[in-house]
């Protein structure tokens, strides 16, 4: 089974300056997929960042960027020129790869709670 | 396109009550998901639909039961609530079963309190 693992549970950042957020997973697979999703106040779950374990090429999405070591299995995630509307929950989720009728199961971490001051 | 709906958003039980979490979603999705999120945890994968007649256990099953009622709704079932199961409930869906494009979209949640 799957383990991840976000050791802090809450960071603060002041506006406009940037942020990491960690994450580490255990696992035996090679063939992996690693997310990031933001939870604000409202409750809804939004899909930040997506990794694949075999690229080696880090994930950008505008402002937010992954660290993805492999060998360390670790995942972090830098928020950037961080604003307001960042301030939620910050989940890190573990998806392996899997054969079409087996469906996509996320395990995720226990969450970091950022908070951007002005 | 609505997405992902759940129903109800709020529901207030007495222990030993049975009830049924509604989830539905108009992308034509094949799979489907049931989470629980806890305080201090992220969210833990109850019960999932590979595809429309398959449902699987996910990691915390024990107390929960599913119904794929059709490609778009697939609905959880409490027979007998228990404290315990006061969280907040996601639903979830993704196109295919399998793939890196496969997003899972989150419903909006449905808080259960149990007392």
């Known amino acids: 089974a799957q383990t991840v693992t976000q050791s802090q549970p809450e960071m603060s950042v002041q506006e406009a300056e940037t942020v990491t957020l960690s994450c580490t997973y255990d696992t035996s697979e090679s063939n992996y997929y690693l997310f990031w999703y933001k939870q604000p106040p409202s409750r809804q779950m939004i899909l930040v960042i997506r990794?694949?374990?075999?690229?080696?090429q880090n994930a950008t999405e505008n402002r937010f960027s992954v660290n993805f070591q492999k060998a360390a299995k670790s995942f972090s995630l830098k928020i950037s020129d961080s604003q307001l509307g960042d301030t939620a929950m910050y989940f890190c989720a573990f998806m392996k790869a899997v054969i079409k009728a087996a469906g996509n199961k996320l395990t995720f971490g226990g969450g970091t709670r950022v908070l951007v001051k002005p | 396109n609505a997405g992902v709906t759940q129903t109800p958003k709020f529901q207030v039980l007495k222990t030993g009550q049975s009830m049924t979490l509604q989830c539905a979603q108009d992308m034509n999705h094949n799979s489907m998901y049931w989470y629980r999120q806890d305080p201090g945890m992220g969210l833990r994968l109850i019960y999932y639909?590979?595809?429309?007649?398959?449902?699987d256990k996910g990691e915390v099953p024990n107390g929960y039961n599913v119904s794929r009622l059709n490609k778009r709704e697939f609905s959880l079932r409490l027979e007998s609530a228990a404290p315990s199961q006061t969280s907040v409930y996601f639903c979830?869906?993704?196109?295919?079963?399998?793939?890196?494009?496969?997003?899972?979209?989150f419903g909006p949640g449905t808080r259960l309190t149990v007392l």
């Open positions: 990794q694949e374990a075999y690229k080696q």
């Open positions: 639909s590979a595809s429309e007649g398959t449902t």
């Open positions: 979830a869906s993704t196109r295919r079963s399998g793939g890196i494009t496969d997003t899972q979209y």
